[in-house]
Structures are given as structure tokens and as C-alpha cells.
């Protein structure tokens, strides 16, 4: 299996970022800062599963019509591969999905 390069720009972190970060301000009896922290890292090493398992799709974003879309546990991803080396250009969360 080819090994890849991963690039996450940084507003697919960003989005990861502040959708935990809303949870986190909107439910704080229940949910902790540590909670946030531990499904933000989860999230974002999730991103690494691209390479194996999901599976190049058409977007059914229509701001990301130039890319592929990948599923990975409740977030979506828009990625294009170069040679070897996988981007990441946005994400979402499955809460979140629009247009």
C-alpha cells in the first residue's frame, strides 16, 4: 500500500476547532474541557484513516465540487491527492451538513 504525505490546511482544524469548542460553552455541566480536548485530537487523527478506508466520492457540498469527499466517524472531509501527498481542505461536522 503507497504510504502518504498528509497537509490539513488550517481551516479544516479550525472547524474541528470550533464546533467542539460550541459544545463545549453550550453543554458545560456536561461536557468538560477535557472532553473537548480529548474529541478534538481523536478528530483530527482520524484524518490519517483517509488513506485506508474511505473512499474517493463526489461532494454533495457544492463548495467542495473541485475536491473528493471522505467519511470518517460523524465528519466529513474534502481532500484531493497529489502524487503522494493527501490535503485537507475543510471539514465538517455530520450535525453540520449544508450547502
Given at each position: 500500500m503507497m504510504q502518504?504525505?498528509?497537509?490539513?490546511?488550517?481551516?479544516?482544524?479550525?472547524?474541528?476547532?470550533?464546533?467542539?469548542?460550541?459544545?463545549?460553552?453550550?453543554?458545560?455541566?456536561?461536557?468538560?474541557?477535557?472532553?473537548?480536548?480529548?474529541y478534538i485530537n481523536n478528530t483530527v487523527d482520524s484524518i490519517y484513516c483517509i488513506e485506508q478506508t474511505a473512499l474517493r466520492r463526489k461532494p454533495t457540498i457544492e463548495r467542495w465540487k473541485n475536491w473528493n469527499m471522505a467519511h470518517v466517524g460523524n465528519w466529513y472531509y474534502a481532500y484531493s491527492i497529489e502524487g503522494q501527498t493527501i490535503t485537507i481542505h475543510d471539514a465538517c461536522h455530520a450535525q453540520n451538513m449544508y450547502g
Open positions: 502518504y504525505n498528509y497537509t490539513i490546511k488550517p481551516l479544516a482544524v479550525r472547524k474541528v476547532r470550533s464546533f467542539y469548542k460550541n459544545v463545549y460553552h453550550k453543554y458545560p455541566n456536561t461536557y468538560s474541557y477535557y472532553d473537548m480536548l480529548r
